[in-house]
């Protein structure tokens, strides 16, 4: 049973993120946003009932409501949850072609608030409609055991480290179910999500809906496209992951973008005076620091996370995607670097540390663990490492944030395996050359008739960065269903 109320969303989100006990990094950079259909000022819409956003800062005109759902969905009647959604309704009510509802893992409200200003063109014809997924609920509500780390992290050499690991991460795993309140530790997985999406669409009365979503936000696209394919009126993907795939596989795509990402540094180093490696190759002190710091590693403490210990194996969790505004992380990573090959780890210690604990906190990684995160086995961690040594050796070492996910306890909710494409229309996808097209069209390519857009630079989701080019494009799909031709590309913006 799902029961539909009306709430003030963005109101209590806000209270609820405050008190938060621990960062939401990994929420941050899930999901897009969405939208909805036809909207009055205020009041009811079918079941939905609308009322004006209170929170500070909203965009002018933003409604908002709320939907209960249960905890778990094979129990219907069971604990419920409140979904809190917002909606930026259509400015041009007579042309309304209906609703577009983002697929969210994460803060969509937040994004939809964010975003409200590159969204005109699009919001002219569609209700715009942002959820706070359950995994907010989650983060809101976490008890304290689940913020504890259960192991310090390290990147096992043999089946007896990673078995060591995983019994240590399964036991904080437990602990963590023990002092659950929510019903929602074993139910955070993406068919959990794409369910609650479903929801939301019967509750807007729309047959079918077009769809955005964005980061690991693609896990919940693939289980709703999976689930309710007949419902896809146009689906919109901007650097998502592929979980269908299985994570290994899509670490392995990730390993030649690494690769090109330090080149195109150390070519930038090259030509900056200002880098604090100018003049050298830096390529080569990086590879050096790695294998040195795996020989010896570099004693650092942190203000935030302590004492540790910099593993050649830990730095590379520290690398910049994105050069920053005026580059300014990659001056500081350079610096960082300088000063680590010297044993003063200082640099790097915050982030490194974080990383470690973040990985190794049970709270954090049940969010995607019943998406089959976790190496399975050592069999399957030495499958990966041997074909990562033939692509990026420095690189090939195991998945941080997998290996939080090894001593899951749970049955996993939703494996990896092929997505069933029938009835599905053709997607489109857009990723940043830098980053994540490779992950975003290994999505695109499986439905037939897809098409995914470079973007030729730097970031992480176009339509939330304001790029002009991809939302572009974006619009016009969403609107007239037309896509662009295989093979565009937008340049930097």
Request: net charge positive.
């Amino acid at each position: 049973m799902i029961t539909i109320r009306a709430r003030n969303p963005g109101k209590r989100h806000g209270g609820e993120r405050r008190r938060s006990r621990w960062p939401v990094i990994a929420v941050a950079a899930a999901m897009l946003i969405g939208m909805a259909p036809a909207a009055s000022a205020a009041g009811i819409d079918g079941p939905l009932r609308w009322q004006d956003c209170e929170s500070e800062g909203v965009p002018a005109g933003m409604q908002c409501a709320a939907i209960d759902v249960p905890a778990d969905w094979a129990k219907p009647q069971g604990q419920k949850i409140t979904l809190e959604l917002a909606r930026l309704p259509a400015t041009e009510p007579p042309r309304r072609l209906g609703s577009v509802l983002g697929i969210s893992s994460g803060y969509g409200i937040q994004d939809l608030t964010r975003s409200a200003a590159d969204l005109t063109e699009l919001r002219r014809k569609f209700d715009l409609v942002g959820y706070n997924a359950r995994t907010t609920t989650w983060i809101a509500h976490m008890p304290q055991a689940c913020t504890q780390p259960g192991v310090s992290l390290h990147d096992p050499r043999n089946a007896k480290e990673l078995a060591a690991l995983a019994a240590a991460m399964n036991e904080a795993f437990k602990e963590c179910q023990k002092a659950d309140t929510t019903g929602l530790f074993a139910h955070l997985d993406a068919l959990s999500i794409a369910r609650d999406t479903e929801a939301i669409r019967k509750a807007l009365g729309e047959e079918r809906l077009s769809f955005m979503a964005s980061g690991i936000g693609g896990s919940a696209a693939a289980a709703y496209a999976r689930l309710f394919p007949q419902r896809i009126q146009a689906m919109y993907l901007d650097g998502v992951n592929n979980q269908t795939e299985g994570w290994p596989a899509q670490r392995l795509l990730s390993l030649p973008v690494m690769q090109r990402m330090f080149t195109r540094f150390a070519d930038w180093c090259a030509e900056t005076p200002a880098c604090a490696l100018h003049g050298q190759d830096a390529e080569a002190v990086w590879r050096r620091l790695l294998r040195d710091a795996d020989r010896h590693p570099i004693s650092v403490t942190s203000s935030q996370y302590g004492k540790g210990k910099l593993t050649g194996w830990l730095l590379t969790s520290t690398l910049p995607l994105d050069p920053g505004p005026e580059n300014a992380n990659w001056l500081t990573f350079a610096a960082a670097v300088d000063k680590a090959r010297s044993g003063d780890g200082s640099g790097f210690a915050d982030q490194a540390l974080f990383n470690a604990r973040y990985s190794a906190t049970p709270g954090a990684q049940v969010m995607s663990c019943g998406d089959e995160r976790g190496y399975t086995s050592y069999a399957q961690l030495e499958d990966f490492r041997r074909k990562a040594r033939k692509i990026a050796p420095e690189y090939a070492g195991a998945a941080i944030d997998a290996l939080g996910c090894t001593g899951w306890p749970l049955p996993v909710a939703n494996p990896s395996r092929p997505l069933l494409t029938r009835g599905l229309p053709p997607f489109l996808g857009v990723g940043t050359t830098w980053f994540d097209y490779t992950s975003t069209k290994s999505f695109t390519s499986m439905i037939p008739g897809s098409v995914t857009i470079a973007y030729d630079g730097p970031g992480h989701v176009m339509y939330l960065s304001g790029k002009k080019c991809p939302i572009r494009h974006a619009t016009r799909y969403l609107t007239d269903l037309t896509l662009p031709e295989p093979g565009t590309v937008c340049p930097t913006e």
